[in-house]
């Protein structure tokens, strides 16, 4: 009997970029009208609006870090912004480029991400126009393999002086810096610290135009080595 021969196998398709996987939330915080694009049902995320500008000049892919007093002022205003209760959470992430401050903060139960004019963290003004943020309840540090790089959530949002985006999440012990690479042609270094990485960019509002951003991941690992992560 003949053996009619298999057929071969269809060629497998490289993986797409991550997507941001966001929704429509609409919140309104102390009388101030509130619009973002959050990517967790369990955050609430707020955007302060203000004139909108499609350029940010200063734009660097580079940030300062902040740390002692600057950092907790950061994490103040944030907190206060949000009206998120104080049960001492620690400041993972704080930077400052083109004009804004971007804190990540996290303690028991808790999370918070706000992008904020510097004006809100240095002259004290939480209802400054252009604050984006997002409060929850925290979410528990998966399992990661020591070259892992997972995703905890991503939001973009309009604010006074154009749109943004930022993503935050978690990786694993090797990690020691992750490069974000977005469809746009922006690459940026995210801050990585703790078992977690932060990065955030300067975006644009999603329309027919301009579709949702998509972005990838060069983990760089202790050992001198990279992998690429879609």
Do not use: I, N
């Amino acid at each position: 009997m003949r053996r009619t021969p298999a057929p071969a196998p269809a060629p497998v398709p490289p993986p797409a970029p991550h997507r941001r996987r966001a929704r429509l939330l609409v919140a309104c915080v102390a009388g101030l009208v509130a619009v973002g694009l959050v990517a967790s049902a369990a955050t609430a995320a707020v955007v302060l609006l203000g004139d909108e500008d499609d350029t940010l000049p200063s734009w660097t892919t580079r940030p300062t870090t902040l740390t002692g007093p600057d950092a907790a002022d950061a994490r103040t205003w944030c907190l206060l912004a949000l009206a998120a209760p104080d049960v001492g959470q620690r400041v993972v992430v704080a930077e400052r480029k083109a004009g804004r401050t971007f804190v990540l903060t996290a303690g028991e139960g808790a999370e918070e991400v706000c992008l904020m004019p510097d004006d809100v963290v240095f002259r004290g003004s939480p209802g400054e126009p252009g604050l984006l943020g997002s409060s929850g309840g925290g979410t528990t540090a998966p399992t990661l393999a020591p070259d892992g790089l997972e995703s905890g959530g991503s939001a973009t949002g309009g604010a006074d002086d154009g749109w943004f985006s930022w993503e935050v999440g978690w990786v694993g012990r090797d990690v020691t810096a992750v490069t974000v690479h977005v469809s746009t042609g922006l690459t940026l270094e995210a801050a990585v610290t703790a078992g977690r990485y932060a990065v955030w960019w300067p975006s644009y509002e999603p329309s027919s135009r301009h579709p949702d951003e998509t972005w990838s991941y060069t983990v760089h690992l202790a050992d001198g080595t990279t992998r690429e992560v879609r």
